[in-house]
């Protein structure tokens, strides 16, 4: 997929990209290139996921770089978890309970916020390996990758 080809209107951002454009991983600007002028959004369980991280790392993460952290987070809009987010996610876990990778709980809390949205909005991913499978089942989800 190109920046051309992304879906006008917000995008749902998930952990791995937006951890590789703030720490400037693997192939961040091709994922930049995808949400630039985009209103962005971030699932609770994404901000969760993101502030873990520091914690995890301990003393490798100084100030500044958690600053920065919660300067990129606040760029976002951040979807929570509301009653039509947890139905969405319980027919998720129902479907999926088992089948990825550590469990998958975040990210089917990622796609639940997506789903529960009037108009969904795509997601912007790098994990292609759960969400395409959530996104055959449930036909809402719009995913963004450069591989698409």
């Keep these: 997929m190109t920046p051309v080809e992304v879906p006008a209107g917000p995008l749902l951002?998930?952990?791995?990209v937006f951890s590789f454009i703030l720490l400037r991983?693997?192939?961040?600007?091709q994922?930049?290139?995808?949400?630039?002028g985009h209103e962005r959004?971030?699932?609770f369980a994404?901000?969760?996921?993101?502030?873990?991280?520091?914690?995890?790392a301990g003393s490798t993460w100084g100030p500044e770089k958690?600053?920065?952290?919660?300067?990129?987070?606040?760029?976002?809009?951040?979807?929570?978890?509301?009653?039509?987010?947890?139905r969405v996610y319980g027919q998720l876990h129902a479907r999926f309970r088992g089948q990825f990778?550590?469990?998958?709980?975040?990210?089917?809390?990622?796609?639940?916020?997506?789903?529960?949205?009037p108009s969904p909005p795509p997601l912007v991913t790098n994990n292609l390996g759960d969400f395409q499978?959530?996104?055959?089942?449930?036909?809402?989800?719009?995913?963004?990758h450069p591989a698409l």
């Design 31 to 36: 994922f930049a290139a995808l949400i630039d």
């Design 66 to 86: 958690r600053a920065q952290l919660d300067i990129q987070v606040r760029q976002h809009i951040i979807l929570t978890a509301t009653e039509p987010v947890a």
């Design 133 to 144: 499978k959530i996104a055959a089942a449930f036909s809402g989800l719009r995913l963004v």
């Design 13 to 16: 951002v998930d952990t791995d």
């Design 25 to 29: 991983k693997r192939n961040w600007e």
């Design 46 to 56: 994404t901000v969760g996921e993101l502030y873990a991280a520091p914690e995890a």
């Design 41 to 43: 959004l971030l699932s």
């Design 101 to 117: 990778k550590d469990g998958g709980h975040n990210d089917m809390w990622i796609a639940a916020c997506a789903l529960a949205q």
